[in-house]
């Protein structure tokens, strides 16, 4: 079982930045892809970022547009999203998310067994 919690967040104003980590514990973290997902009540899930279990492959929902970069440390099994140029319309809850991902399949909420509670970022306008 694989557990994830995240961390940051919170309220930002447009234009401004926020930083999203999320630390991965559980046996065999470093097998999986992390991600990030965010979700506004009442509308579906929507994709962010991706990135594979070594790291080399990153992959990015089409809205990022170069604003958002994830990265992730094996060694502290740790995956952070870096959000820039933030706007009104990324208010959401953000979430982590682990599985077993290639470049195929990173976009699909179904392909992610594990996900965090979430964390809430609201950008003012």
């Known amino acids: 079982q694989v557990q994830l919690v995240e961390s940051g967040g919170g309220l930002v104003q447009t234009g401004g930045s926020a930083r999203l980590s999320c630390t991965a514990s559980g046996p065999s973290v470093s097998r999986y892809g992390l991600g990030w997902f965010r979700q506004v009540p009442g509308k579906e899930r929507q994709f962010i970022a991706a990135?594979?279990?070594?790291?080399?492959?990153?992959f990015y929902g089409e809205f990022v547009k170069g604003r958002f970069t994830i990265s992730r440390d094996n060694a502290k099994n740790t995956v952070t999203l870096e959000m820039n140029s933030l706007k009104p319309e990324d208010t959401a809850f953000y979430y982590c998310v682990a599985g077993f991902i290639d470049f195929r399949t990173y976009g699909s909420p179904y392909e992610y067994d594990y996900w965090g509670r979430g964390t809430q970022v609201a950008v003012s306008s």
């Open positions: 990135v594979t279990r070594s790291g080399d492959n990153r």
